[in-house]
């Protein structure tokens, strides 16, 4: 079993629609990272949280640390938010990544 | 302000020889972290240093090196080289350990 699972793998909405991206993990943490990757490999970091909840523009992310699961949300989605999001488990000193959500949102 | 330098972008070697991709940290930021993706799946981590100090290994070969410099910048080393290690090497920089990670756009590696 995976540390890091994330659902769904891939996932196609219509611009506007209310996105909603699941992480599970197993090992402990000091702290999440919720990471957008586009084509060519560039990552940029969203949010890092080590509880509750935090919202940037858009974009909202939650973290339950009893039942080690977090959730990114995207409110009114839009095409230049097509891109992988990943989960990744801050565990002593180093990242575990999760294997993406491929995120495609049509006009 | 200039964000995670890396360099290359992009290289070509041929198996068997030995490469050295570098990384600047954000100015300020004392710890920088290396990671390996493989096409279609996620990062993996390679190192962490801070304050020119090993802190993490995970789990590869040892023809896999770094170091970190006074600087703080960093390099990582690949000896012997393999068609597996043809990848995305991402640097990472944070403040401090566990304090957030700013990520470079990589170095991608083809092996032939």
């Known amino acids: 079993k995976n540390e890091v699972e994330q659902s769904p793998q891939n996932l196609t909405a219509q611009e506007g629609e209310f996105i909603t991206i699941n992480c599970s993990y197993s090992?402990?943490?000091?702290?999440l990272h919720w990471l957008q990757q586009h084509p060519g490999g560039g990552i940029v970091s969203l949010f890092m949280l080590s509880s509750g909840k935090k919202k940037h523009g858009r974009l909202i992310a939650t973290i339950n640390i009893q039942e080690k699961h977090s959730s990114l949300h995207i409110t009114a989605s839009h095409p230049r938010d097509s891109a992988v999001y990943i989960c990744?488990?801050?565990?002593?000193?180093?990242?575990?990544f999760g294997t993406g959500t491929r995120l495609q949102v049509f006009p | 302000d200039a964000g995670v330098t890396q360099s290359p972008t992009h290289l070509i070697k041929t198996r068997g020889q030995q490469v050295t991709l570098r990384c600047s940290p954000i100015s300020g930021h004392k710890s920088v972290s290396w990671y390996q993706q493989v096409l279609g799946q996620g990062p993996q981590f390679i190192f962490q240093?801070?304050?020119?100090?090993?802190?993490g290994r995970g789990n590869f070969p040892d023809r896999f090196s770094a170091r970190q410099f006074p600087n703080y910048s960093s390099e990582l080393n690949v000896n012997a080289l393999l068609l597996g290690d043809s990848a995305l090497y991402l640097c990472?920089?944070?403040?401090?350990?566990?304090?957030?990670?700013?990520f470079g756009s990589g170095t991608r590696l083809t092996v032939v």
């Open positions: 090992v402990g943490i000091s702290a």
């Open positions: 240093y801070y304050e020119k100090e090993e802190r």
């Open positions: 990472a920089s944070s403040l401090i350990p566990n304090y957030g990670y700013t």
């Open positions: 990744a488990p801050d565990n002593t000193d180093k990242l575990i």
